[in-house]
């Protein structure tokens, strides 16, 4: 999609996506995660009221954001005709509210087999209609009507496969226990809502949003190998809640977690380091070449982001979102005070520096998990990247002799890479793949696999 819009479009298009993403979180205020964490199986009463206080909130802050699209149109100054797009957003927003429950009941459960097959139908929706509309230049349009259809399709699906019926009930009683937690939970993701506010609200309204478009491809790029695991998370949360009054498999599952995050990062995020010129140019586009030095400042990201959110899953499901919270208050810190005062000197490049502050901050927490979990984080990420030096090696003895010149050959380089990688990190961690392969089938875990693993 980014090769077909304009770069004017795709900065337009993280706004939308920043703003989505802003009004999402007071949709839910957390009630649907608690269900997860919950140690019994929620009752009627539990679901049909966090669904009614959903579908209340979700109305509202759709009224709420049609009405307030002229003032986000004055603020970016952009024609009032955009506003159109908010209108759609406001759509995408109610229609989630019949998908959040049924989908976290799916999560609790483990149901992950139905779950990737409706995400990959999904995205194939969206990436479908984005796609094809953006090339016969519908502009945003495109992304819009995306983001809609895919929301409505998945919530049918969802509702389907979860064979789940809900009512209209208010329980005040069961609303106040799941707000205990879930109050904390959504705060942590508000304020990292908020912390990545920058480029699409200081920087689009400063400078542009074109020169959104180039941070928002730039964090793309450089960042996008582990922005794969937030869908990973929502395996993590789920099994760690399972397991929180078993320490031994909560272990296990924890140094499994973030050995599998890191290699998932690191067999890509190498490639990309390696590789960053021809990737803009032939996955992206030449007219995305002013993002290529901010990438390096993004993809910092994948060295300490996946443990990170690891990490994090870990604390909730342990029901210390408060801790996971306090954390996020201080990268949104970082990040705004940083960033913001280094804009006016620095351009783009301020966001950049204040990414890679922020980055490394993230070490902080696996200190606070490892006082839970026995585990020493930086050893489990070693087997991890270790793997990736070899692949790198490869990949430079290849690129000497045959360079990329189009997308068919990057996509060629790519494979011995991610053969020499895969083929290392197997023989480092076959065992703990292994078990994790048992523990998503939900059978025990042989005791004898757990412990030599351990």
């Not at 982001?305 to 949104?332: E, Q, T």
């Not at 692949?391 to 990329?404: G, K, M, T």
Request: aromatic share 14%; charged share 10%.
């Amino acid at each position: 999609m980014a090769r077909f819009l304009s770069v004017n479009d795709y900065g337009f298009y993280g706004i939308v996506f920043f703003v989505f993403s802003f009004v999402l979180n007071f949709g839910d205020i957390g009630l649907a995660p608690s269900l997860i964490h919950q140690t019994s199986p929620p009752s009627k009463a539990d679901r049909d009221s966090v669904f009614t206080v959903q579908l209340v909130l979700s109305l509202l802050l759709a009224i709420s954001l049609s009405v307030s699209a002229p003032i986000l149109c004055k603020y970016y100054k952009i024609d009032q005709s955009y506003s159109i797009f908010f209108h759609f957003i406001s759509l995408t927003v109610f229609f989630l509210s019949f998908k959040s429950v049924p989908t976290v009941l799916l999560e609790r459960d483990i149901s992950f087999e139905w779950l990737t097959i409706i995400e990959i139908l999904q995205a194939v929706i969206y990436n479908a209609i984005a796609c094809i509309l953006a090339f016969y230049q519908w502009g945003a349009y495109s992304f819009s009507i995306a983001l809609l259809a895919r929301t409505i399709v998945g919530t049918i699906l969802v509702n389907i496969v979860g064979r789940n019926s809900y009512g209209l009930t208010l329980k005040l009683d069961n609303v106040k226990t799941h707000l205990k937690f879930g109050i904390p939970f959504q705060m942590g993701i508000l304020i990292n809502v908020i912390k990545d506010s920058i480029s699409p609200v200081v920087i689009g309204s400063r400078m542009g949003i074109k020169m959104t478009g180039i941070v928002n491809m730039a964090s793309l790029v450089g960042a996008f190998p582990s922005m794969l695991l937030f869908v990973m998370n929502r395996l993590f949360f789920p099994m760690f809640s399972r397991s929180k009054e078993d320490p031994l498999e909560l272990q296990f599952l924890f140094k499994i977690a973030i050995r599998i995050s890191n290699a998932i990062s690191a067999v890509t995020a190498m490639y990309v380091l390696f590789m960053c010129k021809p990737v803009i140019i032939y996955v992206f586009g030449e007219k995305w070449l002013p993002a290529q030095n901010l990438v390096y400042f993004f993809w910092t990201a994948n060295l300490t982001l996946p443990s990170m959110l690891v990490c994090i899953s870990l604390l909730n499901a342990l029901g210390l979102p408060k801790i996971s919270m306090r954390y996020n208050v201080l990268w949104m810190f970082l990040t705004l005070s940083i960033g913001i005062p280094l804009i006016y000197p620095l351009g783009i490049y301020g966001v950049g520096i204040a990414n890679v502050v922020v980055n490394l901050s993230m070490l902080l927490v696996y200190f606070e998990a490892q006082k839970k979990v026995r585990c020493t984080i930086l050893k489990e990420m070693f087997y991890s990247w270790f793997p990736s030096l070899p692949a790198v090696a490869a990949l430079w003895l290849i690129s000497r002799s045959s360079p990329v010149v189009n997308f068919h050959s990057l996509v060629l380089q790519y494979i011995p890479f991610f053969l020499v990688y895969t083929a290392g990190f197997i023989v480092l961690s076959k065992k703990e793949i292994t078990a994790f392969i048992v523990r998503l089938k939900s059978k025990p875990v042989p005791k004898s696999v757990v412990s030599e693993v351990l």
